[in-house]
Protein backbone atom coordinates (compact mmCIF):
# COMPACT_ATOMS: atom_id res chain seq x y z
CA UNK A 1 0.00 0.00 0.00
CA UNK A 2 1.62 3.52 -0.95
CA UNK A 3 0.75 6.83 0.91
CA UNK A 4 -2.05 7.70 -0.95
CA UNK A 5 -3.80 4.36 -0.77
CA UNK A 6 -3.37 4.17 2.58
CA UNK A 7 -4.45 7.92 3.32
CA UNK A 8 -7.71 7.12 0.86
CA UNK A 9 -8.56 4.59 2.87
CA UNK A 10 -7.86 6.28 6.56
CA UNK A 11 -10.04 8.67 5.30
CA UNK A 12 -12.98 6.62 3.88
CA UNK A 13 -12.59 4.91 7.17
CA UNK A 14 -13.39 7.95 9.44
CA UNK A 15 -15.56 9.30 7.04
CA UNK A 16 -17.67 6.30 8.22
CA UNK A 17 -16.38 6.79 11.52
CA UNK A 18 -17.92 10.42 11.62
CA UNK A 19 -21.03 9.29 10.41
CA UNK A 20 -21.75 6.52 12.92
CA UNK A 21 -20.15 8.89 15.86
CA UNK A 22 -22.87 11.36 14.88
CA UNK A 23 -26.02 8.99 14.36
CA UNK A 24 -25.12 7.03 17.47
CA UNK A 25 -24.46 10.37 19.44
CA UNK A 26 -21.60 8.90 20.30
CA UNK A 27 -18.53 11.25 18.90
CA UNK A 28 -16.10 10.31 16.16
CA UNK A 29 -13.57 9.11 18.81
CA UNK A 30 -14.99 6.43 20.17
CA UNK A 31 -15.51 4.52 16.38
CA UNK A 32 -12.03 5.94 14.81
CA UNK A 33 -9.58 4.82 17.30
CA UNK A 34 -10.73 0.74 17.20
CA UNK A 35 -10.99 1.06 13.68
CA UNK A 36 -7.28 2.35 13.33
CA UNK A 37 -5.84 -0.07 15.83
CA UNK A 38 -7.64 -3.23 15.04
CA UNK A 39 -8.10 -3.45 10.97
CA UNK A 40 -5.25 -0.83 9.94
CA UNK A 41 -2.82 -2.07 12.97
CA UNK A 42 -2.03 1.66 14.31
CA UNK A 43 -0.40 2.09 17.22
CA UNK A 44 -3.19 2.85 20.02
CA UNK A 45 -0.97 6.52 20.56
CA UNK A 46 -0.90 7.84 16.82
CA UNK A 47 -4.51 6.18 16.76
CA UNK A 48 -5.84 8.44 19.87
CA UNK A 49 -3.29 11.37 18.91
CA UNK A 50 -5.09 11.66 15.43
CA UNK A 51 -8.64 11.02 17.52
CA UNK A 52 -7.87 13.92 19.44
CA UNK A 53 -7.81 16.68 16.63
CA UNK A 54 -10.94 15.32 14.94
CA UNK A 55 -13.04 15.47 18.45
CA UNK A 56 -12.10 19.21 18.48
CA UNK A 57 -13.25 19.47 15.09
CA UNK A 58 -16.26 17.81 15.03
CA UNK A 59 -17.43 19.22 18.40
CA UNK A 60 -16.67 22.68 17.32
CA UNK A 61 -18.02 22.59 14.13
CA UNK A 62 -21.79 21.62 15.01
CA UNK A 63 -21.76 23.99 18.34
CA UNK A 64 -23.04 26.35 15.90
CA UNK A 65 -25.81 24.31 15.22
CA UNK A 66 -26.81 23.11 18.78
CA UNK A 67 -26.58 26.90 20.14
CA UNK A 68 -29.68 27.81 17.49
CA UNK A 69 -31.92 25.39 19.39
CA UNK A 70 -31.44 27.14 22.43
CA UNK A 71 -30.83 24.44 24.92
CA UNK A 72 -27.05 24.99 25.86
CA UNK A 73 -26.05 26.60 29.36
CA UNK A 74 -22.90 28.23 28.73
CA UNK A 75 -22.30 29.20 32.74
CA UNK A 76 -22.83 25.21 33.62
CA UNK A 77 -20.76 24.42 30.77
CA UNK A 78 -18.02 26.92 31.64
CA UNK A 79 -17.69 25.98 35.45
CA UNK A 80 -17.94 22.23 34.50
CA UNK A 81 -14.80 22.97 32.49
CA UNK A 82 -12.80 23.39 35.23
CA UNK A 83 -13.06 19.95 35.87
CA UNK A 84 -12.99 18.51 32.63
CA UNK A 85 -9.86 20.38 31.61
CA UNK A 86 -7.78 19.51 35.09
CA UNK A 87 -8.95 15.87 34.37
CA UNK A 88 -7.44 16.04 30.68
CA UNK A 89 -4.12 17.31 31.86
CA UNK A 90 -4.01 14.04 34.42
CA UNK A 91 -5.55 11.82 32.26
CA UNK A 92 -2.29 12.72 28.58
CA UNK A 93 -0.09 12.66 32.33
CA UNK A 94 -1.25 8.91 32.76
CA UNK A 95 -1.28 7.42 28.85
CA UNK A 96 2.84 7.86 29.12
CA UNK A 97 2.85 6.58 32.67
CA UNK A 98 0.55 3.02 31.90
CA UNK A 99 1.45 0.23 28.90
CA UNK A 100 -0.44 0.15 25.64
CA UNK A 101 -2.33 -2.57 26.64
CA UNK A 102 -4.33 -1.13 29.80
CA UNK A 103 -5.33 2.26 27.17
CA UNK A 104 -6.69 -0.69 25.23
CA UNK A 105 -8.81 -2.79 27.80
CA UNK A 106 -9.90 0.75 29.24
CA UNK A 107 -11.04 2.01 25.96
CA UNK A 108 -13.02 -1.39 25.16
CA UNK A 109 -14.97 -0.88 28.83
CA UNK A 110 -15.33 2.58 27.37
CA UNK A 111 -16.94 1.66 23.79
CA UNK A 112 -19.47 -1.07 25.75
CA UNK A 113 -20.55 1.70 28.78
CA UNK A 114 -21.24 4.62 25.66
CA UNK A 115 -22.97 1.53 23.83
CA UNK A 116 -24.94 1.43 26.57
CA UNK A 117 -25.69 4.83 27.78
CA UNK A 118 -26.51 5.69 24.22
CA UNK A 119 -29.65 3.28 24.60
CA UNK A 120 -31.26 4.32 27.81
CA UNK A 121 -34.34 5.71 27.37
CA UNK A 122 -34.52 9.09 27.61
CA UNK A 123 -36.67 9.00 31.16
CA UNK A 124 -38.87 11.40 32.14
CA UNK A 125 -38.45 14.76 33.46
CA UNK A 126 -37.17 14.88 36.76
CA UNK A 127 -39.71 16.84 38.41
CA UNK A 128 -39.54 19.54 40.54
CA UNK A 129 -36.99 19.38 43.67
CA UNK A 130 -36.12 22.19 45.97
CA UNK A 131 -33.29 24.73 44.31
CA UNK A 132 -29.31 23.44 45.48
CA UNK A 133 -28.30 26.29 47.42
CA UNK A 134 -24.48 25.86 45.92
CA UNK A 135 -26.02 26.02 42.43
CA UNK A 136 -28.03 29.14 42.48
CA UNK A 137 -24.66 31.02 43.70
CA UNK A 138 -23.48 29.54 41.13
CA UNK A 139 -25.96 30.56 38.65
CA UNK A 140 -26.30 26.92 37.43
CA UNK A 141 -29.56 27.79 36.37
CA UNK A 142 -31.73 28.38 33.27
CA UNK A 143 -34.53 27.86 31.05
CA UNK A 144 -35.13 26.01 27.77
CA UNK A 145 -37.83 26.05 25.08
CA UNK A 146 -40.34 23.25 25.92
CA UNK A 147 -43.46 22.67 23.93
CA UNK A 148 -45.53 24.46 26.91
CA UNK A 149 -42.78 27.25 27.16
CA UNK A 150 -39.92 27.90 28.54
CA UNK A 151 -39.07 25.88 31.59
CA UNK A 152 -36.94 25.93 34.42
CA UNK A 153 -34.48 24.18 35.86
CA UNK A 154 -32.17 24.10 38.49
CA UNK A 155 -28.66 22.02 38.76
CA UNK A 156 -28.86 19.34 41.64
CA UNK A 157 -25.83 17.82 43.25
CA UNK A 158 -23.11 20.02 42.13
CA UNK A 159 -20.24 18.29 44.06
CA UNK A 160 -21.00 14.91 42.35
CA UNK A 161 -21.31 16.26 38.63
CA UNK A 162 -17.98 17.99 39.33
CA UNK A 163 -16.21 14.92 40.02
CA UNK A 164 -17.97 13.00 37.61
CA UNK A 165 -16.61 15.67 35.02
CA UNK A 166 -13.07 15.26 36.53
CA UNK A 167 -13.15 11.09 35.78
CA UNK A 168 -14.83 12.25 31.88
CA UNK A 169 -11.87 15.08 31.55
CA UNK A 170 -9.41 12.18 32.72
CA UNK A 171 -10.76 9.51 29.97
CA UNK A 172 -10.75 12.13 27.28
CA UNK A 173 -7.31 12.59 28.09
CA UNK A 174 -6.12 8.80 28.18
CA UNK A 175 -8.30 7.97 25.37
CA UNK A 176 -8.01 10.61 22.88
CA UNK A 177 -12.08 10.44 22.93
CA UNK A 178 -14.64 13.59 23.57
CA UNK A 179 -16.46 11.43 26.21
CA UNK A 180 -19.51 12.68 25.56
CA UNK A 181 -21.57 9.33 27.23
CA UNK A 182 -19.61 10.68 30.65
CA UNK A 183 -20.30 13.83 30.23
CA UNK A 184 -24.10 13.48 30.03
CA UNK A 185 -24.15 10.92 32.83
CA UNK A 186 -22.63 14.19 35.23
CA UNK A 187 -25.25 16.60 33.93
CA UNK A 188 -28.39 14.53 33.36
CA UNK A 189 -28.01 11.84 35.95
CA UNK A 190 -25.75 13.21 38.96
CA UNK A 191 -27.02 17.09 38.29
CA UNK A 192 -30.37 16.20 37.16
CA UNK A 193 -30.68 18.47 34.38
CA UNK A 194 -32.79 18.11 31.32
CA UNK A 195 -31.50 15.72 28.73
CA UNK A 196 -31.24 18.10 26.02
CA UNK A 197 -29.51 20.55 28.11
CA UNK A 198 -27.15 17.89 28.89
CA UNK A 199 -26.42 16.80 25.69
CA UNK A 200 -26.11 20.15 23.91
CA UNK A 201 -23.65 21.68 27.00
CA UNK A 202 -21.44 18.43 26.83
CA UNK A 203 -20.62 18.85 22.96
CA UNK A 204 -19.89 22.13 23.88
CA UNK A 205 -17.76 20.98 26.01
CA UNK A 206 -15.84 18.17 24.10
CA UNK A 207 -13.44 20.62 22.18
CA UNK A 208 -12.25 22.25 25.40
CA UNK A 209 -11.60 19.60 27.02
CA UNK A 210 -9.71 18.06 24.00
CA UNK A 211 -7.72 21.45 23.63
CA UNK A 212 -6.28 20.67 27.04
CA UNK A 213 -4.80 17.86 26.32
CA UNK A 214 -3.85 18.40 22.69
CA UNK A 215 -0.77 20.27 23.50
CA UNK A 216 1.05 17.49 25.49
CA UNK A 217 -0.08 14.80 22.77
CA UNK A 218 1.62 17.09 20.11
CA UNK A 219 4.82 17.28 21.90
CA UNK A 220 5.00 13.55 23.08
CA UNK A 221 4.72 13.16 19.07
CA UNK A 222 1.05 11.83 19.55
CA UNK A 223 -0.04 13.88 16.36
CA UNK A 224 1.54 12.95 13.15
CA UNK A 225 0.02 15.10 9.88
CA UNK A 226 0.31 11.60 7.58
CA UNK A 227 -2.65 10.06 10.18
CA UNK A 228 -4.22 12.96 11.93
CA UNK A 229 -4.97 15.06 8.25
CA UNK A 230 -7.12 11.53 6.67
CA UNK A 231 -8.52 11.17 9.98
CA UNK A 232 -9.95 15.04 10.96
CA UNK A 233 -10.94 15.50 7.89
CA UNK A 234 -13.20 12.75 7.32
CA UNK A 235 -14.59 12.60 11.22
CA UNK A 236 -15.37 16.15 10.52
CA UNK A 237 -16.91 15.31 6.66
CA UNK A 238 -18.68 12.49 8.04
CA UNK A 239 -20.17 14.18 11.22
CA UNK A 240 -21.52 16.53 9.63
CA UNK A 241 -23.24 14.54 6.93
CA UNK A 242 -24.30 12.47 9.80
CA UNK A 243 -25.72 15.36 11.83
CA UNK A 244 -27.80 16.27 8.60
CA UNK A 245 -29.35 13.10 8.13
CA UNK A 246 -30.59 12.93 12.19
CA UNK A 247 -32.61 16.02 11.44
CA UNK A 248 -34.12 14.57 8.45
CA UNK A 249 -34.94 10.70 9.25
CA UNK A 250 -36.02 8.37 11.52
CA UNK A 251 -33.17 6.65 12.30
CA UNK A 252 -33.99 3.99 15.28
CA UNK A 253 -32.98 0.45 13.23
CA UNK A 254 -29.91 2.58 11.88
CA UNK A 255 -28.82 3.15 15.11
CA UNK A 256 -29.43 0.05 16.66
CA UNK A 257 -27.08 -1.63 14.19
CA UNK A 258 -24.61 1.17 14.83
CA UNK A 259 -24.99 0.07 18.80
CA UNK A 260 -24.45 -3.40 17.72
CA UNK A 261 -21.21 -3.00 15.96
CA UNK A 262 -19.86 -0.64 18.93
CA UNK A 263 -20.27 -3.05 21.02
CA UNK A 264 -18.36 -6.27 18.94
CA UNK A 265 -15.71 -3.31 18.58
CA UNK A 266 -15.41 -2.83 22.19
CA UNK A 267 -15.36 -6.39 22.55
CA UNK A 268 -12.74 -7.16 20.24
CA UNK A 269 -10.72 -4.17 21.88
CA UNK A 270 -10.71 -6.18 25.42
CA UNK A 271 -9.61 -8.97 23.98
CA UNK A 272 -7.01 -8.14 21.66
CA UNK A 273 -5.07 -5.99 25.14
CA UNK A 274 -5.96 -8.55 27.32
CA UNK A 275 -4.35 -11.15 24.50
CA UNK A 276 -1.03 -8.64 24.05
CA UNK A 277 -1.69 -8.14 20.63
CA UNK A 278 -2.72 -4.24 20.80
CA UNK B 1 -29.64 39.45 30.77
CA UNK B 2 -31.27 36.10 29.06
CA UNK B 3 -30.93 37.46 25.58
CA UNK B 4 -27.54 39.00 25.93
CA UNK B 5 -26.36 35.58 26.89
CA UNK B 6 -27.92 33.72 23.71
CA UNK B 7 -26.44 36.29 21.94
CA UNK B 8 -22.99 35.46 23.08
CA UNK B 9 -23.52 31.99 22.65
CA UNK B 10 -24.66 32.89 18.80
CA UNK B 11 -21.47 34.85 18.67
CA UNK B 12 -18.96 31.85 20.18
CA UNK B 13 -20.90 29.10 17.84
CA UNK B 14 -20.05 31.14 14.88
CA UNK B 15 -17.00 31.83 15.79
CA UNK B 16 -16.03 28.18 16.66
CA UNK B 17 -17.50 26.57 13.14
CA UNK B 18 -15.12 29.15 11.49
CA UNK B 19 -12.05 28.39 13.39
CA UNK B 20 -13.03 24.83 12.16
CA UNK B 21 -13.82 25.51 8.64
CA UNK B 22 -10.46 27.64 8.63
CA UNK B 23 -8.27 24.73 10.20
CA UNK B 24 -9.80 22.62 8.03
CA UNK B 25 -8.93 24.25 4.68
CA UNK B 26 -5.36 24.71 5.48
CA UNK B 27 -5.13 20.97 6.51
CA UNK B 28 -6.66 20.24 2.85
CA UNK B 29 -4.16 22.36 1.51
CA UNK B 30 -1.44 20.71 3.23
CA UNK B 31 -2.58 17.15 2.41
CA UNK B 32 -2.56 17.77 -1.28
CA UNK B 33 0.53 19.11 -1.08
CA UNK B 34 1.93 16.36 0.84
CA UNK B 35 0.26 13.34 -1.24
CA UNK B 36 1.85 15.06 -4.15
CA UNK B 37 5.32 15.00 -2.80
CA UNK B 38 4.75 11.66 -0.97
CA UNK B 39 5.09 8.41 -3.60
CA UNK B 40 6.17 5.96 -1.39
CA UNK B 41 5.47 3.28 0.73
CA UNK B 42 2.41 3.74 3.16
CA UNK B 43 3.80 5.17 6.61
CA UNK B 44 5.19 3.05 9.47
CA UNK B 45 2.43 3.59 12.53
CA UNK B 46 2.64 0.37 13.19
CA UNK B 47 5.43 0.72 15.48
CA UNK B 48 5.19 3.95 17.83
CA UNK B 49 8.50 6.06 17.71
CA UNK B 50 6.65 9.25 17.58
CA UNK B 51 7.07 12.39 15.26
CA UNK B 52 10.03 13.87 13.91
CA UNK B 53 10.65 16.80 16.63
CA UNK B 54 10.86 19.40 14.40
CA UNK B 55 6.43 18.87 14.16
CA UNK B 56 6.12 18.68 17.61
CA UNK B 57 6.37 22.56 18.91
CA UNK B 58 4.45 25.12 17.92
CA UNK B 59 7.26 27.47 16.93
CA UNK B 60 8.95 24.95 14.49
CA UNK B 61 5.75 24.03 12.97
CA UNK B 62 4.81 27.60 12.11
CA UNK B 63 9.08 28.39 10.64
CA UNK B 64 8.24 24.95 8.48
CA UNK B 65 4.55 25.84 7.41
CA UNK B 66 6.03 29.25 6.13
CA UNK B 67 8.79 27.59 3.66
CA UNK B 68 6.25 25.60 2.62
CA UNK B 69 6.74 21.91 4.03
CA UNK B 70 3.44 19.85 3.65
CA UNK B 71 3.96 17.95 7.04
CA UNK B 72 3.92 21.05 9.21
CA UNK B 73 1.13 23.13 6.87
CA UNK B 74 -1.01 20.18 8.38
CA UNK B 75 0.57 20.45 11.73
CA UNK B 76 -0.27 24.12 11.56
CA UNK B 77 -3.71 23.41 10.33
CA UNK B 78 -4.23 21.62 13.50
CA UNK B 79 -2.58 24.08 15.73
CA UNK B 80 -5.32 26.62 14.75
CA UNK B 81 -7.85 23.80 15.16
CA UNK B 82 -6.74 23.70 19.31
CA UNK B 83 -6.67 26.94 19.48
CA UNK B 84 -10.34 27.37 18.31
CA UNK B 85 -11.78 26.57 21.83
CA UNK B 86 -8.95 28.29 23.72
CA UNK B 87 -9.88 31.55 22.02
CA UNK B 88 -13.72 30.45 23.15
CA UNK B 89 -12.79 30.98 26.46
CA UNK B 90 -11.57 34.34 25.86
CA UNK B 91 -14.47 35.15 24.10
CA UNK B 92 -16.50 33.62 27.01
CA UNK B 93 -14.62 35.53 29.59
CA UNK B 94 -14.88 38.81 27.54
CA UNK B 95 -18.42 38.26 27.34
CA UNK B 96 -18.91 37.52 30.75
CA UNK B 97 -17.59 41.10 31.67
CA UNK B 98 -19.89 42.75 29.37
CA UNK B 99 -22.61 41.03 31.56
CA UNK B 100 -20.76 42.38 34.44
CA UNK B 101 -20.95 38.88 36.03
CA UNK B 102 -17.48 38.64 37.89
CA UNK B 103 -17.89 35.55 39.14
CA UNK B 104 -18.06 33.88 35.98
CA UNK B 105 -15.09 36.14 34.26
CA UNK B 106 -12.73 34.28 37.00
CA UNK B 107 -14.48 31.10 36.16
CA UNK B 108 -13.88 31.28 32.51
CA UNK B 109 -9.78 32.71 33.35
CA UNK B 110 -9.55 29.55 35.29
CA UNK B 111 -10.20 26.98 32.77
CA UNK B 112 -8.07 29.30 30.35
CA UNK B 113 -5.27 29.03 32.70
CA UNK B 114 -5.61 25.28 32.79
CA UNK B 115 -5.39 25.36 28.80
CA UNK B 116 -2.61 27.74 28.81
CA UNK B 117 -0.56 25.75 31.69
CA UNK B 118 -0.68 22.49 29.62
CA UNK B 119 0.38 24.62 26.20
CA UNK B 120 3.11 25.59 28.28
CA UNK B 121 3.73 23.02 30.35
CA UNK B 122 4.21 20.57 27.26
CA UNK B 123 6.94 22.89 25.29
Known amino acids: MNTAEFSLWI ?55 YVREGFSNIRIGMFLEIATTLGALFGAYLTAKVTTHSIGIVFGIVLLYSAYASFRTKHPEHGHTSPDPLAMR ?20 VPAGFSLMFAAGTLSGLLGIGSGAVKVLAMDQAMRLPFKVSTTTSNFMIGVTAAASAGIYLSRGYISP ?46 NSVTGRL | ?13 RMLQTGVMLAAL ?31 SPAKIVVLAIHGNPEAIIQFGLL ?21 DHMYVWVSLAVLAVLLFSLWRSH
Open chain 2, 1 to 13: MQLTDQKLEVAIG
Open chain 1, 226 to 271: GLAMPVMLGVLGGSLVGSKILVNAEVKTLRLVFGVVIVALGIEMIF
Open chain 2, 80 to 100: LLIATPIVRVMVAAAGFLIEK
Open chain 1, 11 to 65: CLSSILAGLLGSLTGLGGGVVIVPVLTLIFHIDIRYAIGASLVSVIATSSGAAAA
Open chain 1, 138 to 157: LKMHGTFPSSTGDEAYVAQR
Open chain 2, 26 to 56: VVLLGGILYLRQSTGPRPDYIHFHGEIDNLR
